[in-house]
């Protein structure tokens, strides 16, 4: 199987934060030791792996390659994960290609013109295919076809082509940017959602066992709720605790040992990090908790405006310790109370 590395570079600030839902440093390689490779192992996502469940069985049933499959969803999430899962269920190879390592329709043709029958070809970052490339991919999803152009200049022509029927997984974490024409050519789209504690803990269980650590009592409940709803942070941080349990030569993991290990990374009991922290602060501290507009504050934090807005803000949001109004950002009561203030008086009457 190729890797494209191309998607998982990313040397930008998100990837250097703990808890950032991209990968870091040599991870899509570490990530592969923690993929399940069954749909039966895909911990959580109940609705989904129904649905994909009864899609695939049918498919198989009829003898038939599956319609193509978008998968949808944030970072982290088991995109990929489920991607590979598809293509094993099925007994089929699988081809991995991402959206911008396509830089010409002619590198798509390529691709296309060499699947084998059934084959799953999977396209991370779709979004991000070009304009011509991606007109090609309408084609050959729909009538299985790619005209090949042959030669250059005036006297160029294109070869229509046939392809053997194949599956296109599409992997996608902005959905929005997606063409509907391209949208409309996928039979089924998954869509994933954050983890519940629950589910997170059960996946850190199931990657203690992979990875040889033994947890006790509530260690696995302790990195659940500090990884933000993502199994790729819930395995990040399950990384860094068994680094801790092997310098402190422990035989197993409990839940304090979890605390030490996180606080010494700077993750708090909610999951949140520095760089969070410090945005909360500032606002309450510099602005007596709003609004501040998102340049300003990300000038006092130290930070590119978009690391603050793609990067801190969304969980800030989604947990309830922010809230964007046309005026800019203003710290709610729980991010009072999680920096261990009284909030002013009059925050409330601004909603
Ligand atoms: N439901 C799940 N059960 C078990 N492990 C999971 C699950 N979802 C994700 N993982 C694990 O989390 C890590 C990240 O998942 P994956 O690479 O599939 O995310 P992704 O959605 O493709 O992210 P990106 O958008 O960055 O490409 C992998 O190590 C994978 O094994
Ligand atoms: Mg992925």
Not at 245 to 258: E, T, W
Request: hydrophobic fraction near 40%; include cysteine.
């Amino acid at each position: 199987m190729e890797y494209d590395a191309q998607t998982n570079t990313g040397a930008n600030e998100e990837s250097l934060r703990m808890v950032s839902a991209a990968p870091i440093g040599n991870e899509p390689v570490s990530d592969e030791e923690l993929r399940p490779h069954a749909l039966d192992g895909f911990i959580g996502q109940p609705l989904l792996k129904a649905q994909l469940q009864l899609f695939l069985d049918a498919a198989r049933k009829r003898e038939v390659p599956p319609d193509h499959i978008l998968l949808a969803g944030p970072p982290g999430l088991g995109k990929t994960t489920l991607a590979m899962i598809v293509a094993n269920e099925l007994g089929v190879p699988i081809r991995v290609t991402s959206g911008p390592a396509i830089q010409h329709a002619g590198d798509l043709a390529s691709i296309l013109s060499s699947l084998d029958a059934g084959e799953v070809l999977f396209i991370d970052e779709i979004h991000r295919l070009p304009r011509p490339a991606e007109e090609l991919l309408y084609i050959a999803m729909e009538d299985f076809r790619v005209d090949v152009m042959v030669g250059k200049g005036p006297g160029a022509t294109s070869i229509p082509l046939t392809l053997p029927r194949f599956t296109v997984i599409g992997a996608t974490t902005r959905e929005g940017m997606l063409p509907s024409p391209l949208r409309a050519r996928f039979g089924f789209t998954a869509h994933l959602d954050f983890y519940p504690h629950e589910e997170l803990e059960k996946l850190i269980e199931r990657s203690a066992d992979v990875l040889g650590v033994k947890l006790d009592g509530q260690a696995a409940h302790e990195m659940a709720v500090r990884s933000r709803g993502t199994p790729r942070i819930a395995n990040r941080l399950l990384r860094r605790v068994r680094d801790w349990a092997i310098v402190h030569d422990l035989d197993s993991v409990g839940p304090d040992d979890v605390k030490s290990a996180l606080e010494l990374y700077q993750i708090d009991a909610e999951g949140l990090d520095r760089l969070d922290i410090a945005v909360l602060n500032a606002i309450v501290t510099h602005f007596n908790g709003g609004p501040v507009g998102l340049n300003t504050l990300s000038a006092i934090v130290g930070e590119e405006s978009e690391t603050v807005e793609t990067v801190c803000e969304p969980y800030l949001v989604r947990e309830g310790f922010l809230v964007r109004t046309p005026k800019g950002r203003v710290a709610t009561d729980k991010a009072w109370a999680h920096l261990g203030l009284t909030p002013r008086e009059d925050v409330s009457k601004l909603f």
